[in-house]
C-alpha cells in the first residue's frame, strides 16, 4: 500500500467525515445512498443506488460544451504491478466515485486510489494484491468499479476484486480496516453452496452494493467453456461492519425452494450462471435490492436445463438484511439467445394516471423496457404472453411464449423480416435479398438453428446477443420521469453446431456469423445506434435520433444525403452510456467510425436533454470505454470517465471548463 498522504490532507478528510457524520439525520441507524447528488457527489457507480446517472449541475451546458479541457488525468496503477504479476484486462472501464471532496477509482487490477478532486493528486492508493491469486479464465478481465458505504460514523470502499476477495478499505488511511473478515479481506470463494464446479469460472468484476448494512455481491462467470462445470451465480449478503456472511440467495432454487420444478430432470444440480455480472440498484428506505440476471449455460442450447430457468435472466427484487424474495419477473424463458438482462433498473417515482407510483424501469437486450411498481411487482402497463416460434434442435424445447411489454414500445428494431432489408437503391435491396436468403429471418424469439438446415446458414438474431440496451444500460432524470436509452442493432447470425469429438459436454456450441450486408453496408435500414427518450409517468416516447453518424459517406449511398444513420462500429456494445446533466446528455463515441477509419480516439457528445438536437462534440485523442460521471468540487464542475486500456494506457481523463471563463 502506498500512503502519500500529508499530515493536512488527513486533517481535511478527518473533517469533512465528521462534517457529513454531522449532516446525517440518523445516529447508530445505517445509511446508504439513493437518490443522493448532494453537493455535487457520484456516491455510487450510478450516482446513486437508483442508478440515475443523473448530476444536478448545469455549469457545462450547450453554450460552452465544446470549451472543455482536460482538467487532469491520471494513469492506472495497474503500471506499477511488476510485468511478470500483469496479466491482460484490456479496456479500462472503472466508474470512479466523488464522494465528500475525494475521487476515488479503481484500476481493473483491483486497485483503488484516493484522489484529489482538482488536479488528481494521489492521497492514497492500496493494492490488494489480487493478481498473486491465480488469473481468472477471462481475457479480458476487468474491475469495472467500486462502492462507498457510510453509518454515519465510519466510512469505507468496497471492491470485489477479481482474485475473489471483498475488501473494506478505510477511506481516510486508505488501509484495509481490521474488523472486517481477515484483516480487511473476505474470501469469495466461499459459501457459495455448491463446489463441483470449475473455480477458475468464476471471478467478480462489477462493484458490491450497500444497502443498510449488508453488503451484496454478484458475480462474473466465464460461460464459454466446453464443459458442464460453471459456477452457480448465487448472490450473496455480508455484513458491512464485520465481514460476517448473512445469506444467499440462490437464483438457481435448489429443492425445497420456489421453482426448482423450472429446470427439469435435476438440471439444477449441474447448470452454471444465471449470475448477476452487471451493476445492481437499491430503494435504501424500503430496504431492498434489485438484481439483473443472467442466462444459464450454456448460453444457446438448452437441452441439459429443459424449462423455463428461473431466475436466470429477471430481475429479482430481494429484502437486502434477509435475502429473502419479494418479487420476480423474467423477461425470457430458457433463455437460447444470450439475452441476459446487462446492466441495473433505473429507479424513479412517477405519476401514472394520476397514482404515484415508486417504479423500476428494466431495459434489456430484447429492446424492451419493463416496468414495474418496485414495492410489489405488478407491472404498471400489461406486459403479454406470446407465442414464439418452436425450436427445431434435437434435444432442444423453447418455451412456448415469451413476454411482451404492450407499454413502452419497443426502443430498438426487434426481429427481421424481408420489410426490413436496406432498399437505399435497387441494387443494394436486391443484393440484402440474396444475402438474408441464407438466413432464416423471423421473431425475435426464432431459436437458432443447427448450422446447414434446410439450406440454411443460421438464424438472424435481432437485436442481437450484442444488441439492444447492452451494459450500462439507461439513466433516468429523477425530476422529469424520463429515461434515456443508449442502444445499437447488432443482428447476430446464430448456428448451432457439433463441438469437435470429445470436446465437449454439450452436443451442440455456438457459432456467430456476423457478417455484414451488401458492399460492406448493414443488412438491416437504420438506424444502427440510437437514443430514446421515453416518459415514465406515461409510456410513450418523447423522441427518438439516431446516435453517430455512421455509413451515410459510403460511396453507394453518399448522393442520397442520408444523414446521420447510427454509429455502426460495434467494438463499443458493452461501454458508454449516458450522463444527464440540468440541461445535456453527454455520451460519446469511436471517432474511427464517425471521423476516419485511421481515427483512434472518441468523440465526447452532448445532447439537448429536451430534444435530443445536437449542442456539440469534442475530438478526445482516447478511445473511451467507462461510464461518464460528474461532480462539483469548489464550485467547478468536473465530467470524469475511463479510458485506454488495450495498449498500456489506462487512465482517467477529467474534464472541466478553463478557469478563465468560470
Known amino acids: 500500500m502506498k500512503n502519500a498522504k500529508r499530515t493536512s490532507i488527513l486533517i481535511l478528510l478527518t473533517t469533512l467525515s465528521l462534517l457529513a457524520a454531522c449532516n446525517s439525520d440518523t445516529d447508530d441507524q445505517e445509511v446508504s445512498t439513493s437518490l443522493d447528488q448532494s453537493l455535487g457527489q457520484w456516491t455510487s457507480h450510478g450516482a446513486d443506488h437508483f442508478s440515475s446517472k443523473y448530476a444536478a449541475l448545469d455549469q457545462i451546458n450547450a453554450d460552452n460544451f465544446t470549451d472543455l479541457v482536460i482538467a487532469w488525468r491520471w494513469k492506472s496503477a495497474d503500471y506499477r504491478v511488476p510485468d511478470d504479476l500483469l496479466y491482460f484486462t484490456g479496456d479500462y472501464r472503472a466508474t470512479p466515485l466523488m464522494v465528500n471532496g475525494v475521487v476515488y477509482q479503481a484500476t481493473n487490477h483491483g486497485q483503488v486510489a484516493a484522489l484529489d478532486p482538482a488536479t488528481g493528486e494521489e492521497f492514497w492508493v492500496f493494492d490488494p494484491e489480487s493478481y498473486k491469486l491465480g488469473q481468472p479464465n477471462f481475457s479480458p478481465a476487468q474491475t469495472r468499479g467500486i462502492e462507498y458505504w457510510t453509518d454515519g460514523e465510519v466510512e469505507r470502499i468496497f471492491i470485489a476484486t477479481l482474485g475473489k476477495q471483498l475488501v473494506s478499505i478505510d477511506t481516510i488511511t486508505g488501509l484495509p480496516d481490521p474488523d472486517f473478515g481477515d484483516n480487511g479481506i473476505v474470501d469469495l470463494s466461499q459459501n457459495l453452496g455448491r463446489l463441483e464446479f470449475e473455480m477458475r469460472n468464476i471471478t467478480h468484476g462489477a462493484p458490491p452494493i450497500v444497502v443498510g448494512n449488508t453488503v451484496v455481491i454478484g ?319 406515461t409510456g410513450e416516447h418523447v423522441w427518438q435520433i439516431p446516435f453517430g453518424k455512421g455509413p451515410t459517406d459510403h460511396p453507394d449511398i453518399a448522393h442520397l444525403n442520408l444523414g446521420p444513420l447510427g454509429s455502426v462500429f460495434n467494438d463499443v456494445v458493452a461501454e458508454g452510456g449516458i450522463l444527464i446533466t440540468k440541461s445535456l446528455l453527454i455520451s460519446y463515441l469511436a471517432s474511427k467510425d464517425e471521423i476516419a477509419e485511421e481515427a483512434a480516439g472518441s468523440l465526447l457528445v452532448a445532447h439537448d436533454k429536451a430534444t435530443g438536437e445536437l449542442m456539440g462534440e469534442i475530438e478526445i485523442e482516447r478511445r473511451l470505454h467507462g461510464p461518464i460521471m460528474s461532480y462539483q468540487h469548489e464550485g467547478r464542475q468536473y465530467l470524469a470517465v475511463a479510458g485506454g486500456g488495450r495498449n498500456n494506457d489506462a487512465e482517467m481523463l477529467v474534464f472541466a471548463l478553463p478557469d478563465s471563463s468560470l
Request: aromatic share 10%.
Open 219 to 537: 458475480s462474473k462467470i466465464y460461460d464459454y467453456i466446453m464443459s458442464n462445470r460453471s459456477p452457480p451465480g448465487h448472490v450473496r449478503g455480508y455484513d458491512a461492519r464485520t465481514g460476517d456472511f448473512k445469506w444467499r440467495f440462490n437464483t438457481i432454487p435448489q429443492p425445497g425452494e420456489d421453482f426448482n420444478e423450472t429446470w427439469e430432470d435435476g438440471s439444477w444440480r449441474t447448470a452454471g450462471n444465471t449470475n448477476v455480472w452487471s451493476f445492481m440498484a437499491a430503494d435504501d428506505e424500503l430496504g431492498i435490492v434489485y438484481l439483473p440476471t443472467s442466462t444459464p449455460t450454456n448460453d444457446y442450447w438448452g437441452g441439459k436445463r429443459l424449462g423455463e430457468n428461473l431466475y436466470a435472466e429477471s430481475i429479482v427484487a430481494l429484502n437486502a438484511d434477509t435475502g429473502e424474495r419479494i418479487w420476480h419477473f423474467q423477461t425470457v424463458h430458457h433463455g437460447l439467445w444470450d439475452y441476459d438482462v446487462a446492466s441495473a433498473p433505473n429507479l424513479v417515482d412517477v405519476v401514472v394516471d394520476g397514482e404515484p407510483i415508486k417504479a423500476l424501469a428494466q431495459v434489456s437486450k430484447t429492446g424492451f423496457t419493463y416496468v414495474f411498481d418496485r414495492v410489489t411487482g405488478e407491472p404498471v402497463w400489461p406486459i403479454e404472453e406470446r407465442a414464439v416460434p418452436p425450436s427445431t434442435v434435437p434435444g432442444e424445447r423453447a418455451h412456448p411464449t415469451q413476454p411482451f411489454p404492450t407499454k413502452p414500445l419497443p426502443f430498438e428494431q426487434i426481429g427481421a423480416s424481408e420489410d426490413d432489408l436496406i432498399d437505399f437503391t435497387p441494387e443494394l435491396r436486391a443484393e440484402a435479398l440474396d444475402i438474408a436468403s441464407s438466413f432464416v429471418l423471423g421473431d425475435m424469439f426464432t431459436p437458432p438453428i443447427v448450422g446447414g438446415s434446410d439450406g440454411k446458414r443460421s438464424t438472424y438474431v435481432v437485436p442481437g446477443a450484442g444488441g439492444g440496451a447492452n451494459f450500462p444500460g439507461a439513466s433516468m432524470d429523477p425530476e422529469t420521469g424520463i429515461l434515456y436509452i443508449q442502444s445499437v442493432t447488432r443482428p447476430t447470425g446464430m448456428a448451432l453446431v457439433a463441438p469437435p469429438n470429445g470436446t465437449s459436454d454439450w452436443p451442440y456450441v455456438i457459432q456467430y456469423d456476423r457478417s455484414g450486408g451488401p458492399r460492406g453496408l448493414p443488412l438491416l435500414k437504420p438506424p444502427y445506434r440510437r437514443i430514446t427518450a421515453i416518459d415514465i409517468n
